[in-house]
């Protein structure tokens, strides 16, 4: 009896278990609890493995293959997107969604050639010559925003574009004809408001050392996602803090006297030299080309052409003959026909027989 009754019990445990491999064997993913951010620019397909593992870390649990599916995912645009997840076995498929956040908080990178730049006394300067590269690591490089002169004695510094990266650069921060160590510093300033300052010296000597080859680079951490609305509010105040650093003034845009500049201002007065020499270049360009419109009126070229009035002529001819009455019955005999009104008009009986 006590044999029969194991055999019976086993047969139970085999059975249970076979219905319990069977429900296990069904496909399931399962999505965690919470946000899940994506950082601006992510590339899902940047992996070997067959789902990239930022996704898996989102991801509580699954059987089965797992597939996911990006046709809706866009990592350049902020906010939130879906990804599509399968887990499949041969016989069933099991889907769900992962919500995602997309956010920028990756601040743009400064590399510049050395920390130390040397020039000799009254050498000329060039401040960008010691940067490597400014760039964005989700985008590409940045622009420099760039000052200009409007030769009435201000300097004005460029407005950024909407919705791109720049970076800002001291020009006015040494002064070459005199002795001294003179920081350069320098502000980068991503599409969505993150930002990274650096800054390198500039050793003005009569007797320069050597500049090393001590390469240098800067990005500053980013905790949380400035939002979309408050960009442009924060683009504008990165500029008015830095306009202050330089000695300018905010005027709706940041304004330099050339009585607060530095340097040495001849570069500036040649620069209006060269300007009014453009003014009078275009100013003697418009008054060529209002003579020479003179000239075409004075020609009155089209009124006085007489291939015009032939031509003219010739359509008016053109029209007459529309004008122009036909003779149906003549037109007949001149084709050889005969006119037969009684059968239709115009019409070639046959010859007589001889």
Request: hydrophobic share 30%; glycine share 6%; net charge negative.
């Amino acid at each position: 009896m006590k044999s029969k009754r194991i055999i019976i019990l086993t047969a139970v445990c085999g059975i249970f278990m076979y219905g319990c491999a069977a429900v296990s064997s069904k496909p399931s993913v399962n999505v965690s609890s919470g946000d899940h951010y994506l950082e601006y620019g992510f590339d899902p397909y940047d992996t070997e493995e067959e789902i990239h593992p930022e996704i898996m870390k989102f991801i509580s649990s699954h059987k089965g293959d797992l597939s996911a599916d990006y046709d809706e995912f866009d990592p350049y645009t902020l906010g939130e997107q879906t990804i599509y997840l399968t887990a499949s076995t041969e016989e069933e498929e099991a889907d769900a969604e992962l919500t995602v956040i997309v956010r920028d908080t990756t601040a743009p990178v400064i590399e510049l050639v050395t920390d130390t730049v040397h020039i000799p006394l009254g050498d000329d300067f060039d401040p960008l010559d010691n940067i490597l590269l400014i760039h964005d690591p989700a985008e590409d490089e940045l622009e420099m925003l760039e000052f200009f002169d409007d030769y009435e004695g201000q300097i004005y510094l460029d407005e950024p574009y909407e919705d791109w990266g720049f970076y800002l650069i001291n020009p006015f921060a040494v002064n070459v004809e005199e002795e001294g160590t003179y920081p350069v510093t320098l502000i980068a300033v991503d599409n969505h408001g993150n930002v990274t300052k650096g800054s390198y010296n500039v050793v003005v000597s009569a007797d320069p050392a050597e500049d090393q080859d001590n390469p240098v680079k800067f990005q500053d951490d980013v905790k949380t996602q400035i939002p979309e609305e408050d960009i442009h509010d924060t683009v504008q105040g990165i500029l008015k803090e830095y306009c202050g650093e330089i000695g300018g003034e905010w005027d709706e845009g940041c304004v330099i006297s050339y009585e607060d500049y530095g340097g040495d201002l001849d570069d500036w007065e040649e620069a209006d030299d060269a300007y009014e020499e453009d003014d009078e270049y275009w100013d003697e360009e418009e008054e060529y080309y209002d003579d020479s419109e003179e000239d075409w009126d004075e020609e009155e070229y089209w009124d006085d052409d007489e291939y015009s009035e032939d031509d003219e002529e010739y359509w008016d001819d053109e029209e007459s003959w529309d004008d122009e009455e036909t003779d149906p019955e003549q037109d007949c005999y001149d084709m050889g026909g005969e006119w037969m009104p009684e059968a239709g008009g115009c019409a070639w009986p046959d010859d007589e027989e001889e």
